[in-house]
């Protein structure tokens, strides 16, 4: 890449190289997606002030299933960058109304 990435850019390739440094962690390299464990790990990590990963198992599966768009029991790049966007839009309508409070 010649030119130097804008902002937004940057922020589109610090999504994808988060999503492929947790999504490698298990042994099935070849499938670049998030098993539970990996998606509770990358919760704790980069969403703590936004978003705790539940402690409770049973709480974490029902995340991990509204997260699996097609089922397969893993969270691809797609299903990610779905949770991404929803936690963003909801973050944004909070920052909206503390804007009006103003
Ligand atoms: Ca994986
Ligand atoms: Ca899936």
Known sequence: MGAPLT???NCMKTMM???HKYA???????????????L???L????K?????????AAMKTLMDQM??????????QE???????????????LVSCLKKK
Do not use: H, R
Request: with cysteine; aromatic share 8%; hydrophobic share 35%.
């Open 80 to 94: 990610f960058i779905v949770m991404v966007s929803s936690i963003t839009i909801l973050c944004n309508e909070y």
């Open 40 to 42: 509770k790990k990358l």
């Open 44 to 47: 704790n990590e980069e969403l």
């Open 68 to 77: 699996d768009i097609n089922g397969d029991k893993e969270v691809d790049f």
């Open 49 to 57: 002030t936004f978003m705790k990963a539940p402690t409770d198992p």
């Open 7 to 9: 902002e937004l850019e």
């Open 24 to 38: 490698s962690g298990d042994e099935n390299q070849s499938k670049l997606t998030l098993s539970n464990n990996e």
């Open 17 to 19: 190289l988060i999503f």
